[in-house]
């Protein structure tokens, strides 16, 4: 069976990611350098998702380059949620509140209901494809997802505890994809994100074992890292060494994965936003480093590039087909 992939790009304006959330923070002019990414995936045949935020929707400088890309059928357009810079602003900005997923259920729903009504405007359609800012699903969001018609989400990130935030544990969940919702039909499409070396049948394990029992967690994480005999990593250029993505890509494919999801911030498409990209050299070797996954999944392992609704297309039909039929 050939290998499946997504790029999902976080549309959002640009805001320091060393401090807390601000609601002045609403600049969107790293959008202007979208066309970079966009040439890239054009390169590849690729389809990205870009998952569209308030500030990028509701400013010309952030949804008329991605208008122009949208027009040609050379992406595909979702929403993702920033909530204190998401209207109606009734709670308080705090670190708590930064995960869309903690608010109160109807005001969760009325920040999504804004947001994909305004995509729509913008962009033709109603989004049906969804992934929480800070990747904040919560008790309702799969009922309010349901509700507002989307079939895909992107928030899950495998094997990460964002609780001590106040935000979802991760920790026990893995990069397959799986149904949820109260008829299972809403699809997860979780961020690529796994672990390399011979530990790694262990590694969730170990990595909560370290985490969670004091001592020198990092330290200890660091030497196995060091060692080669544990490593976790994100399929994504921010961050990770391109040596560390065609590891993660490579184990993960002989371990049976099949559907992969590359992910990345728009604000990286411009020196300076992220830290990640500081420096006209950054960005080429950022660029780089897309290059070279792309050419691992696309030559080497024959992977074909794909969207979340094909995706969730292609599952249902399997699914389908497997059921036994009533006479």
Same mark, same amino acid.
């Given at each position: ?9 976080? !549309? +959002? ?6 401090? =807390? ?22 390169? %590849? #045949?690729? *389809? ?8 990028? /929707? ?14 040609? @059928? ?11 810079? !998401?209207?109606? %602003?009734?709670? /308080? ?7 869309? @997923?903690?608010?109160?259920? +109807?005001? $969760?729903?009325? *920040?999504?209901?804004?947001? @994909? +009504?305004?995509?729509? $405007? ?7 494809? %969804? ?6 699903? =919560? ?21 990460? &505890?964002?609780?001590? +935030? ?8 893995? /990069? ?37 029992? =004091? ?7 660091? !030497?196995? =890292? ?11 250029? $921010? ?18 994965? #099949? ?20 420096? &006209? ?28 609704? &094909? ?5 249902? $039909? #399997? ?5 036994? *039929?009533?006479?």
């Amino acid at each position: 069976e050939p290998a499946k992939f997504i790029v999902v790009v976080d !549309t +959002e304006e640009e805001f320091d990611w060393s401090a =807390g959330v601000s609601r002045e923070n609403t600049s969107v002019q790293g959008m202007n350098s979208i066309g970079r990414l966009q040439t890239v995936f054009d390169e %590849y #045949r690729i *389809k990205p998702v870009y998952v569209v935020d308030y500030p990028v /929707a509701s400013q010309p400088d952030g949804y008329r380059p991605l208008q122009e890309i949208h027009q040609d @059928g050379r992406c595909v357009i979702g929403s993702h949620l920033h909530p204190w810079v !998401t209207p109606p %602003y009734s709670e /308080a900005v705090s670190s708590r509140n930064s995960f869309p @997923g903690n608010l109160e259920k +109807e005001l $969760e729903s009325r *920040k999504l209901q804004l947001l @994909g +009504e305004l995509i729509g $405007e913008r962009f033709g359609a109603a989004p049906t494809v %969804y992934k929480a800012g800070r990747y904040g699903v =919560g008790c309702n969001t799969a009922a309010i997802l349901e509700e507002q018609g989307y079939e895909v989400d992107l928030s899950v990130c495998p094997h990460m &505890d964002y609780s001590a +935030e106040g935000g979802p544990d991760f920790r026990r969940l893995t /990069a397959q994809p799986y149904w949820f919702g109260v008829e299972n039909r809403l699809l997860e499409l979780p961020l690529t994100v796994g672990f390399t070396g011979p530990l790694r049948r262990w590694g969730a394990a170990i990595h909560r074992t370290l985490l969670h029992n =004091g001592g020198f967690p990092y330290t200890g994480l660091g !030497t196995l =890292g060091r060692l080669g005999l544990l490593n976790k990593a994100w399929l994504s250029p $921010e961050g990770h060494q391109t040596f560390e993505l065609l590891q993660l890509i490579r184990t993960l494919w002989r371990d049976g994965q #099949r559907i992969f999801s590359f992910t990345l911030h728009s604000p990286s498409a411009a020196p300076g936003n992220t830290p990640y990209v500081r420096s &006209d050299e950054e960005l080429t070797e950022f660029l780089s480093r897309c290059r070279t996954v792309f050419d691992l999944l696309v030559g080497e392992l024959q992977a074909i590039p794909t969207t979340p609704m &094909d995706v969730k297309r292609e599952l249902s $039909e #399997r699914a389908t087909q497997r059921s036994p *039929k009533v006479k």
